[in-house]
């Protein structure tokens, strides 16, 4: 799937937590939604209902996906369930999370140089065994720790490349800023 650069820039922007690229992802759906709401036979209450279902399914996927095209087909599934089936995923964690984003986060760390990153070194470390394909009950072993600190300290992780990578963007905005 094709997707413009501005989508991929307001993903990233809104995973760091910028209200206005939330805003413009929620209204990018919603304007469908609506629509298809709007075409079918339910009562005021029911549409309401669907569509704050929608808007609620749409913010949880930009905190759950990393990935812009992942993000992109599994809410365009999740709405067409809400809207049609009446379906609703549960609330996902840190643990299911990275386990289906781990392809994706496992590909962006293997670009990133993660010593010029803001990050403690253990994150660090934990990256790059994560990396080299280690799974999360071997590095509880590794960090003594829990899964599930693991999988919280991956998800820090990926939420920190996602940061980069939009500080990244906000450098390259403003060196055009000043050249002719």
């Known amino acids: 799937m094709a997707l413009s650069s501005e989508l991929e820039i307001k993903f990233d922007e809104a995973k760091t937590g910028s209200d206005d690229a939330v805003n413009y992802l929620i209204a990018y759906f919603m304007q469908n939604v609506e629509r298809q709401i709007g075409n079918l036979n339910f009562n005021v209450e029911e549409k309401s209902q669907k569509t704050n279902l929608c808007r609620h399914t749409i913010l949880r996927n930009i905190h759950t996906y990393y990935d812009l095209n992942s993000f992109i087909q ?39 140089d993660l010593d010029e ?13 994560y990396y080299e394909g280690k799974e999360a009950k071997e590095l509880a072993s590794i960090f003594k720790c829990s899964e599930t600190l693991i999988y919280a300290r991956l998800r820090r ?6 940061q980069n990578k939009v500080s990244t963007y906000n450098q390259n905005d403003n060196s055009l800023l000043y050249k002719k």
């Open 117 to 129: 990153m803001n990050m403690p070194v253990t994150d660090k470390e934990l990256a790059r065994l």
């Open 74 to 112: 599994n809410t365009l599934n999740d709405l067409k369930n809400i809207i049609y089936l009446n379906e609703t995923k549960d609330e996902l964690g840190s643990r299911s999370i990275i386990d289906n984003q781990s392809l994706f986060i496992r590909s962006q760390i293997s670009m990133m």
């Open 157 to 162: 992780i990926a939420d920190k490349m996602v």
